[in-house]
């Protein structure tokens, strides 16, 4: 109740600030509907993750369609079917319905016993530094932008397409003890870089 009222509050003070004398109308005619839109706006958007107004209208209808769908078959109507009627695609209706489903917090507990209890985060930590993972892969992809291109395709060639230096040499159209110094260099300029 205290959150409402102060939502309230603040649709009412948004009133004041754009309200005019020579609107002819009382103060409390105008601000009305400010103080409701501010309360609805908040009601419709509170919530850890926020969903578009759209996508919850277009869940709304999904919903009643399935309920009417089932009412009149005695099945179930499927998403193709879903996406067919309302002539929208079938990623649509499952972000749609998705949409509708709680929010499970990573940190709440999905088994407890005496000894004590399990979080889904507890199942998913691992040791790896996802942080400077990600850090790392963002430096490495700077120096790779910033090198030639010929050096840049030695590197995507070698460590993310998988070949060998032989497979490179063909494609460069040079010899492979030619891609092995090359690549070495590179690498030693990254390392640099990475240092």
Do not use: W
């Not at 309360?39 to 419709?44: P, V």
């Not at 369609?65 to 079917?81: A, D, H, M, S, V």
């Not at 090198?147 to 060998?164: A, F, G, S």
């Amino acid at each position: 109740m205290e959150d409402l009222y102060q939502i309230g509050t603040i649709g009412f003070i948004k009133a004041i600030k754009r309200f005019d004398t020579s609107f002819d109308v009382k103060l409390s005619t105008y601000a009305v509907p400010y103080i409701l839109g501010e309360i609805k706006r908040f009601i419709r958007d509170d919530g850890t993750v926020k969903v578009s107004r759209g996508i919850k209208e277009l869940a709304v209808k999904i919903r009643e369609l399935q309920t009417n769908y089932l009412r009149e078959t005695g099945q179930e109507i499927t998403i193709l079917e879903v996406a067919k009627k309302l002539k929208i695609s079938k990623e649509e209706v499952a972000v749609a319905l998705d949409s509708l489903n709680p929010v499970v917090s990573i940190y709440e507990d999905t088994y407890s016993n005496d000894e004590g209890s399990i979080s889904i985060i507890d199942k998913i930590k691992n040791d790896v530094d996802e942080a400077e993972q990600i850090s790392n892969r963002i430096s490495i992809r700077g120096i790779i932008n910033s090198l030639n291109d010929r050096d840049k395709q030695i590197i995507m060639l070698r460590y993310y397409k998988n070949n060998t230096q032989s497979q490179v040499a063909k494609i460069l159209g040079i010899s492979q003890v030619q891609v092995s110094r090359i690549e070495k260099k590179i690498l030693e300029h990254m390392k640099l870089k990475m240092a």
